[in-house]
């Protein structure tokens, strides 16, 4: 035991000779081995139990023993009975135990979880509620209007274009507005025009609407009566007189085109999923 001890301690001392006699100083192999000055001293002194673990010293010293071009192997097997090998198996029963959690982290946890579970709860409700108004939009934009046959005779067309037609579930609301309006094409003979009983004298203006694709519009003028509420199918095109002001109801309006007095209106800023609604002075 006494002579490994003494080899022991010789292995820093055969480092120190040999550093000393290439010119280094400590500092210069700590810089190239990247160890700290004070654990080169504590390996040339022998002092290995101010070193780390047991394999951080036979490293060093295999490194220490490379850098002066010594027989390395040689230097760890001479300090072994100094520096124990670390116990493996302790330290696999060590990182197999189980990490024990305190009633502060399991409330912690439980908090979180209740935050996270509200917090999606929002999400879900936000979006149910957003799903809704679209849909309610879409069907405010789509809804069905009578029309006249395609292949009506241009009598019958002209007798019905001048009474009263409104869907079953619109009658009370087509007794209330006796001037409803049939959209035609652009191809079609003549376009048709909407006059109020009062845009015959002074101060009425002109709305103009042509339709890309298929729109529900309903314009009011001043006195609250509609001048127009139907369906529009695609690629017509609608003008309405009267007396401003008008409220406006116009569904899939991004694809209608408006101009008022010959002045083309934007629409876009009055958009609200897919419907706008404003007025014209």
């Not at 002194?45 to 490194?63: I, K, S, W």
């Not at 376009?191 to 101060?203: D, I, K, L, V, Y």
């Not at 003008?239 to 209106?265: C, H, M, W």
């Given at each position: 035991?006494?002579?490994?001890?003494?080899?022991?301690?010789?292995?820093?001392?055969?480092?120190?000779?040999?550093?000393?006699?290439?010119?280094?100083?400590?500092?210069?192999?700590?810089?190239?081995?990247?160890?700290?000055?004070?654990?080169?001293?504590?390996?040339?002194?022998?002092?290995?139990?101010?070193?780390?673990?047991?394999?951080?010293?036979?490293?060093?010293?295999?490194?220490?023993?490379?850098?002066?071009?010594?027989?390395?192997?040689?230097?760890?097997?001479?300090?072994?009975?100094?520096?124990?090998?670390?116990?493996?198996?302790?330290?696999?029963?060590?990182?197999?135990?189980?990490?024990?959690?305190?009633?502060?982290?399991?409330?912690?946890?439980?908090?979180?979880?209740?935050?996270?579970?509200?917090?999606?709860?929002?999400?879900?409700?936000?979006?149910?509620?957003?799903?809704?108004e679209r849909t309610e939009s879409a069907r405010l934009s789509f809804v069905p209007a009578a029309r006249v046959p395609l292949d009506a005779p241009p009598a019958a067309a002209?007798?019905?274009?001048?009474?009263?037609?409104?869907?079953?579930?619109?009658?009370?609301?087509?007794?209330?507005?006796?001037?409803?309006?049939?959209?035609?094409?652009?191809?079609?003979?003549?376009?048709?025009?909407?006059?109020?009983?009062?845009?015959?004298?002074?101060?009425?203006?002109?709305?103009?609407?042509?339709?890309?694709?298929?729109?529900?519009?309903?314009?009011?003028?001043?006195?609250?009566?509609?001048?127009i509420s139907q369906l529009n199918p695609a690629g017509s095109e609608r003008t309405v007189e009267g007396k401003p002001p008008?409220?406006?109801?116009?569904?899939?309006?991004?694809?209608?085109?408006?101009?008022?007095?010959?002045?083309?209106?934007?629409?876009?800023?009055?958009?609200?999923?897919?419907?706008?609604?404003?007025?014209?002075?």
């Amino acid at each position: 035991m006494t002579e490994g001890i003494d080899a022991a301690a010789g292995v820093g001392e055969e480092l120190a000779r040999a550093r000393a006699a290439l010119g280094l100083s400590i500092g210069d192999v700590a810089q190239q081995l990247k160890f700290a000055a004070r654990q080169i001293e504590a390996l040339e002194q022998g002092r290995f139990e101010d070193l780390p673990t047991g394999t951080f010293a036979r490293g060093m010293v295999r490194a220490y023993g490379r850098l002066l071009k010594l027989d390395a192997e040689a230097l760890v097997a001479r300090m072994a009975a100094r520096v124990a090998a670390p116990d493996n198996a302790e330290a696999v029963a060590s990182a197999r135990r189980p990490i024990p959690i305190t009633d502060s982290a399991r409330r912690t946890n439980l908090i979180y979880a209740t935050l996270s579970v509200a917090f999606l709860g929002v999400i879900v409700a936000v979006a149910i509620q957003w799903q809704r108004e679209r849909t309610e939009s879409a069907r405010l934009s789509f809804v069905p209007a009578a029309r006249v046959p395609l292949d009506a005779p241009p009598a019958a067309a002209g007798s019905v274009a001048g009474s009263t037609v409104a869907p079953p579930e619109l009658s009370t609301l087509a007794a209330a507005e006796p001037f409803p309006a049939v959209a035609r094409p652009v191809g079609a003979a003549r376009q048709a025009t909407e006059r109020s009983p009062a845009s015959e004298g002074e101060g009425t203006h002109r709305i103009a609407l042509k339709f890309e694709r298929e729109s529900w519009v309903q314009i009011r003028g001043a006195d609250g009566k509609a001048l127009i509420s139907q369906l529009n199918p695609a690629g017509s095109e609608r003008t309405v007189e009267g007396k401003p002001p008008f409220a406006l109801i116009i569904g899939n309006a991004q694809y209608v085109r408006l101009s008022y007095d010959d002045r083309q209106i934007d629409l876009a800023p009055h958009v609200k999923v897919e419907v706008a609604r404003f007025t014209l002075d």
